[in-house]
């Protein structure tokens, strides 16, 4: 069992950068990919991007490839999400997720442990 709890999320004006942590309990944090989702208010859940377990290879989604970045620290049990250049768009609730079978693309029922997300608002 992984419990996940995210944090960073805030307001922020359009062109100014967030980072985002996702901390994550338990000993096994290094077996687990980690994924970034969001969702905004009458929206589906979409991929933002996800880290494979050692954190060597990352997806994103192609949109925010350029702006958004995923890293972890295993040895800190937290993964992260740095973002940069935010736009209006970019508000949602974040949340991470967590595959134990070391998937890090972009099918939400492939990730097993969610958390409860952090708000992000970005304004114009």
């Known amino acids: 069992q992984v419990q996940l709890v995210e944090s960073g999320g805030g307001l922020v004006q359009a062109g100014g950068s967030l980072r985002l942590s996702c901390a994550a309990s338990g000993r096994t944090f290094q077996t687990y990919a980690m994924a970034w989702f969001r969702q905004a208010p009458g929206m589906e859940r979409e991929f933002v991007g996800a880290?494979?377990?050692?954190?060597?290879?990352?997806n994103y989604a192609i949109p925010r490839r350029d702006r958004f970045t995923i890293f972890r620290d295993n040895a800190k049990n937290t993964v992260y999400l740095q973002m940069n250049d935010l736009k209006p768009e970019d508000t949602a609730s974040y949340y991470c997720?967590?595959?134990?079978?070391?998937?890090?693309?972009?099918?939400?029922?492939?990730?097993?442990?969610w958390g409860q997300g952090t708000q992000v608002t970005v304004s114009s």
């Open positions: 880290i494979n377990p050692s954190g060597r290879s990352a």
């Open positions: 997720a967590a595959s134990s079978n070391s998937y890090f693309g972009l099918e939400a029922k492939q990730y097993d442990y």
